[in-house]
């Protein structure tokens, strides 16, 4: 249903458990003597004392080029443009949680400049440069009008021609129309006239600039992966800059992969333990065994390093929304989902006894979990989240039940009504909820209260990964249990539409959705940075867990994982 990566699903099953099969689960799981696993580094804490001699070596000396490269960025100051360049380098190699500080430093001298030309007389002429700067600041939550791309333009109010034979500067400008808002008409220009340019320039570029273009217009930076897209990280990008820096950030990305690739497998092997020894998989015979899966979500959403017990905490709560989706989709009668909404809806672990055995053996482990997981968040935060983790199960099982009875009984909803129940169906709000306490950074009465309301930042990352799932996933994944989809309803309210146009439709509107979470970027919001990173993350994730191939895989996916845990 909603929340979903399979590639199949359970077969159509009566209440008792039968034993269906899963032609991808396996490939998911962690082999019983984690012989995928490489040997791991020691710590990405450069204040670890280290005890053994090669490892030791190899993070003591990374420490020191990180040493060198924050002094780089120091000395270039916060005013040169290349101090732009070298935050550019350092968000697509994935490693500017070494270098917040610097970076914020930066950033506010950079917003003063931008502010300052912005209502004087010197307007900056270099395209790389202002497109550069407002991605950035834009980025980082600073509000930088489209207005600065104007000086771009001719009198009849159109980009100039000219700016077709600088290829840098259309890259930047197209890497900057990513983060339009709604309204915004210059960005929307923008995008289009670099887009188009570049596409053209293809003809003519060399094979390695060819590279370097492609990847700009399939993997713009704002809407992609840093730690999966930086192998992609092509140097001649950075011509004009200081290689010295440039050279050294390189050899600190490959430590800090291998580093990061080993603390991951490490937290694998913590999350497919616990998942064994839930014992759910063997309890529950339609249970999905992908921990792996499961994780990757966790991996995508919080990418710090630092928060390695986060990862883990919040892969459980993943795997239950994998679970009870299938007891929605493919495994519980009409009667017994509304049972077991109920009960999820009280919340009391003696109200189980009319369910089902199966379901009683889900419920309890639900139970059981959020608790766990609300001890913690007390422990190290000192806030109870019981009350908002237990709301938002209920709200999760209350949109399952919604749809169950639209496709058990062959009423079908409007588009529209099936996609307002389907952002809540999505599974992405109970993440959210749990990643916000999970993190424990300025939780208040006050920001719970708008957490729970499902900010704007929650349901359109929650409508990505709807619109996306809907855009072939019924299809893709061969589901055999009860589902929807927004194009196919679509098409029914909009009788000779093609398959095609439908898709386009869907498109769009993701594009908007988009819109709106560059927006949450740059408006007063009482979240912490971390939460609207993470969420940025999440919908950044959607493509890769939705784009299969003809032959029901996800090619992306796989390339994924195999980046981020394979040394």
């Known amino acids: 249903m909603e929340f979903s990566i399979s590639q199949s699903s359970c077969a159509t099953l009566s209440s008792t458990p039968v034993a269906p099969q899963h032609p991808s689960s396996k490939k998911w799981s962690i082999p019983e003597d984690h012989s995928l696993l490489s040997t791991p580094l020691k710590s990405l804490n450069s204040k670890t004392k280290y005890t053994s001699s090669k490892d030791d070596i190899i993070c003591f000396q990374n420490e020191q080029k990180l040493d060198d490269l924050r002094h780089a960025l120091k000395k270039v100051g916060g005013e040169?443009?290349?101090?732009?360049?070298?935050?550019?380098?350092?968000?697509?190699?994935?490693?500017?949680?070494?270098?917040e500080e610097e970076i914020d430093q930066i950033l506010q001298r950079q917003h003063i400049i931008s502010s300052t030309t912005a209502h004087g007389t010197h307007h900056p002429t270099d395209l790389h440069e202002v497109a550069l700067r407002f991605r950035l600041l834009r980025q980082h939550g600073y509000f930088v009008s489209d207005d600065v791309f104007n000086n771009f333009k001719t009198r009849e109010g159109n980009f100039n021609q000219m700016l077709s034979e600088d290829i840098r500067g259309l890259m930047s400008l197209y890497e900057a129309s990513q983060l339009s808002i709604e309204g915004e008409v210059v960005l929307e220009e923008a995008g289009k006239f670099s887009g188009h340019f570049l596409n053209s320039s293809l003809l003519h570029l060399d094979h390695h600039q060819a590279r370097v273009v492609e990847n700009t217009l399939r993997n713009p930076h704002h809407k992609s992966l840093a730690p999966f897209m930086a192998k992609n990280f092509f140097v001649s990008s950075f011509q004009g800059t200081n290689n010295r820096w440039l050279n050294i950030l390189q050899t600190v990305a490959k430590t800090d992969l291998n580093m990061v690739q080993s603390l991951h497998q490490k937290e694998v092997v913590q999350v497919s333990k616990w998942w064994k020894e839930l014992g759910l998989c063997k309890k529950l015979k339609f249970a999905r065994d992908q921990p792996i899966k499961w994780y990757i979500w966790s991996m995508a959403c919080l990418t710090n390093p630092n928060l390695s017990d986060e990862r883990i905490e919040l892969t459980k709560p993943i795997s239950f929304i994998y679970l009870i989706d299938d007891i929605f989709d493919v495994y519980g009668t009409l009667d017994e989902l509304t049972l077991f909404t109920e009960v999820v809806n009280r919340w009391e672990i003696g109200s189980i006894e009319h369910l089902p055995d199966y379901m009683k053996i889900c419920f309890k482990a639900l139970y059981d979990m959020t608790n766990e997981i609300s001890c913690k968040v007390y422990q190290k935060h000192g806030w109870n989240p019981l009350h908002s983790l237990k709301k938002t199960w209920a709200s999760l099982c209350n949109a399952f039940l919604v749809e169950a009875k639209w496709f058990k009984s062959g009423h079908l909803p409007r588009a529209e009504e099936y996609l307002k129940n389907g952002i809540i169906s999505s599974g992405v709000n109970v993440v959210m909820v749990h990643i916000f306490f999970l993190l424990g950074e300025g939780?208040?009465?006050?920001?719970?209260?708008?957490?729970?309301?499902?900010?704007?930042?929650?349901?359109?990352?929650?409508?990505?990964?709807?619109?996306?799932?809907?855009?072939?996933?019924?299809?893709?994944?061969?589901?055999?249990?009860?589902?929807?989809?927004?194009?196919?309803?679509?098409?029914?309210?909009?009788?000779?539409?093609?398959?095609?146009?439908?898709?386009?439709?869907?498109?769009?509107?993701?594009?908007?959705?988009?819109?709106?979470?560059?927006?949450?970027?740059?408006?007063?919001?009482?979240?912490?940075?971390?939460?609207?990173?993470?969420?940025?993350?999440?919908?950044?994730?959607?493509?890769?867990?939705?784009?299969?191939?003809?032959?029901?895989?996800?090619?992306?996916?796989?390339?994924?994982?195999?980046?981020?845990?394979?040394?």
Do not use: C
């Open 80 to 99: 040169a443009v290349e101090s732009l360049d070298m935050i550019d380098a350092v968000q697509r190699l994935g490693l500017d949680y070494h270098f």
């Open 443 to 567: 939780i208040t009465n006050q920001i719970v209260e708008f957490l729970n309301g499902i900010p704007a930042i929650i349901s359109s990352t929650a409508a990505i990964l709807r619109l996306w799932d809907d855009l072939g996933s019924a299809k893709d994944e061969n589901q055999d249990g009860d589902d929807g989809s927004y194009v196919k309803l679509y098409l029914n309210e909009h009788q000779g539409k093609t398959m095609e146009e439908a898709q386009e439709h869907v498109k769009n509107m993701i594009s908007e959705e988009w819109k709106k979470l560059n927006k949450e970027l740059v408006s007063p919001n009482p979240l912490p940075a971390a939460f609207t990173k993470a969420a940025l993350n999440l919908a950044r994730m959607v493509p890769l867990m939705y784009s299969y191939d003809d032959n029901q895989r996800l090619p992306s996916l796989d390339e994924y994982m195999k980046s981020m845990l394979h040394a």
